[in-house]
């Protein structure tokens, strides 16, 4: 049974900055694509960043030249930089593979972003 274990959210101001982590417990993490995903209130779980096992990245349109997704295979840990963060970011953050069968999520992380 995999875990994945989100930290670092909290309550910043807007233009603020956050860094999330996500420590994956999985030996072959290195071969993983992950991904980050965030539900806000009232809206459907949305992909808005992932990695594949060789580095590359994708960042959903609306986080792209904000938000920076790397990774850490030795840590197996998925990290996620969020800088001039927008009230319209506040949601809970989780970390997951980017498709494919699902691990079973994470308690996911609380990012609120007051304007």
């Known amino acids: 049974q995999v875990q994945l274990v989100e930290s670092g959210g909290g309550l910043v101001q807007a233009g603020g900055s956050l860094r999330l982590s996500c420590a994956v417990s999985r030996s072959a993490f290195s071969i993983l694509a992950m991904g980050w995903y965030r539900q806000a209130p009232g809206k459907q779980r949305e992909l808005v960043a992932r990695?594949?096992?060789?580095?590359?990245?994708n960042y959903a349109d609306s986080v792209k030249g904000r938000f920076t997704i790397s990774r850490d295979n030795a840590k197996r840990t998925v990290f996620l930089q969020m800088n001039s963060l927008k009230a319209e970011d506040t949601a809970v953050y989780y970390c997951n593979v980017p498709e494919g069968i699902f691990f079973s999520w994470g308690q996911g992380t609380q990012v609120t972003v007051s304007s």
């Open positions: 990695i594949s096992s060789g580095g590359n990245t």
